[in-house]
């Protein structure tokens, strides 16, 4: 049954409130309309849209992404496995070079050792510091006991330099008046330089 001004009117309302009626129930026929119209242009596109997906899903399968997943999964994991491995080398390779220079080791030569150093050989402990620091330095001085810098002053070649030379401090050493023993300390002590 169709909403006519008579059928109003049999209901006792006003003109105005006729016209407001009406008004309303355009506006509302009018808004229901265009939504007709949106979801018959939306079904249209469905068929089209259910035949790309049927095509998607069969594609899907034809190119085994599971395969393709597991493959950059493992990739990925290969990566960082080599990374943390890259870190751990650099860890080790710091902290030797640290023990070449404790040791005295000829600064022209640490790069050299370093290069040939198998460091898979040497390990860390849990906070990533090298284990068994003793047996490495014994080894450095066993090994590369050719490049070990001795301390020459006088013309006289000491491992250990002579208590009178200065203490451990920087502006005692800067105290030394003879040049070659001032440089020889100074090498000696780096660490204080730098």
């Keep these: 049954m169709a909403l ?7 209901m ?3 003109d105005e409130q006729i016209n407001a009626v009406i008004e309303e129930h355009t506006t509302a026929k009018d808004s229901l309309k265009q939504q007709i119209k949106d979801l018959e242009a939306k079904y249209a596109d469905y068929d089209q849209i259910k035949n790309d997906f049927q095509k998607l899903s069969a594609d899907v399968k034809k190119d085994n992404w599971k395969e393709k997943y597991d493959s950059v999964t493992k ?18 390779k710091e902290q030797y070079k640290q023990l070449l220079i404790d ?7 640490i790069e050299s050792i ?8 040497i390990n860390l402990d849990e906070n990533n510091k090298l284990e068994n620091v003793d047996e490495i330095n014994e080894a450095i001085k066993n090994k590369w006991d050719g490049f070990i810098v001795k301390n020459t002053i006088s013309g006289v070649n000491s491992e ?11 502006d005692e050493i800067m105290k030394i008046k003879d040049p070659v023993e001032r440089q020889q ?8 330089f730098t």
């Design 4 to 10: 006519t001004r008579s059928m109003l009117k049999s």
């Design 185 to 192: 300390e100074i090498a000696n002590h780096l660490e204080l």
């Design 75 to 92: 990739e990925f994991d290969d990566y960082k496995k080599e990374v943390e491995e890259n870190h751990q080398r650099d860890l080790k």
């Design 12 to 14: 006792n309302l006003t």
């Design 114 to 121: 370093l290069e040939v150093t198998k460091f898979d050989e």
């Design 160 to 170: 250990i330099p002579p208590s009178n030379l200065g203490g451990t401090s920087k």
């Design 103 to 109: 040791n005295n080791i000829n600064q022209k030569q």
